[in-house]
């Protein structure tokens, strides 16, 4: 957990079980979003009250890896860190943890494209965008 400077408590839902009892692999990438918008929140990218029409980006790639079962009453955290800043893009490295043990039950990364909704065209990582992740990151 110490490599996360951002982490948000998740909630297992009794909604988010499959079958077998355990979370279902899709609820991973809710767990990851939910984060993702807390932490753009946290470093100032966006406010609670923006539209999500102006946020200015979009999932480009998502890859998970699955490391142990979650079920129903566990007490999760999630972390996201903006990893990597492109031109039009960042690479958020996020993780869905045992809250007690920091043990990993899945991590990913997340590749997403900074983008004009109005215009329907990518754009430039906004200058401002990459002086707070700068701050908050260290990177």
Request: glycine share 8%; hydrophobic share 40%; charged share 25%.
């Amino acid at each position: 957990m110490t490599d996360y400077k951002f982490l948000h408590p998740t909630e297992v839902r009794y909604g988010d079980l499959d079958p077998q009892g355990h979370v279902n692999n899709a609820k991973y990438l809710t767990y990851f979003e939910q984060a993702r918008i807390h932490h753009f929140i946290k470093m100032g990218l966006f406010s609670k009250d923006q539209s999500f029409m102006e946020i200015g980006v979009i999932v480009a790639d998502i890859h998970i890896k699955y490391r142990a079962p979650a079920h129903y009453g566990d007490n999760l955290i999630t972390g996201a860190k903006i990893s990597r800043i492109g031109n039009k893009s960042l690479i958020v490295t996020q993780s869905v943890m045992d809250a007690a043990t920091g043990k990993a039950m899945a991590d990913g990364e997340v590749i997403l494209v900074t983008f004009d909704y109005k215009s329907k065209k990518t754009i430039p990582v906004p200058e401002d965008w990459k002086r707070k992740i700068a701050e908050f990151e260290g990177i």
